[in-house]
């Protein structure tokens, strides 16, 4: 998978700034979706969302346990901040229908 340096940056990162934080159910939830945030930056580096990109996105959802609505806001949240930034504009991410 293209996001997995990505993914183990983020924990060795994480691991630095809260050595020896204990994995609960809620810190294990927010860790995926940071994760999943990461990866959504990582995609719209360029400015937009490729259908290959898309589909990684779309594993790395479903193997984290990702709900379809937090990976839209995710999405719609980091694509707010990018947009000032001089990052992607709205719609310009390529869409896919829902599951």
Excluded at 35 to 40: K, L, N, S, T
Excluded at 46 to 59: F, H, M, N, T, V
């Amino acid at each position: 998978m293209a996001f997995r340096p990505l993914h183990r940056l983020a924990e060795r990162a994480a691991e630095r700034a809260l050595p020896g934080v204990d994995e609960s159910a809620d810190y294990l939830t927010e860790r995926r979706l940071e994760v999943y945030r990461d990866a959504i930056e990582g995609a719209l580096a360029d400015g937009s969302i490729s259908q290959r990109e898309r589909a990684i996105l779309g594993k790395l959802q479903e193997s984290r346990g990702i709900e379809p609505a937090a990976a839209r806001r995710i999405e719609a949240e980091v694509q707010a901040v990018l947009s000032p930034l001089g990052g992607p504009q709205a719609g310009s991410v390529t869409q896919v229908a829902a599951s």
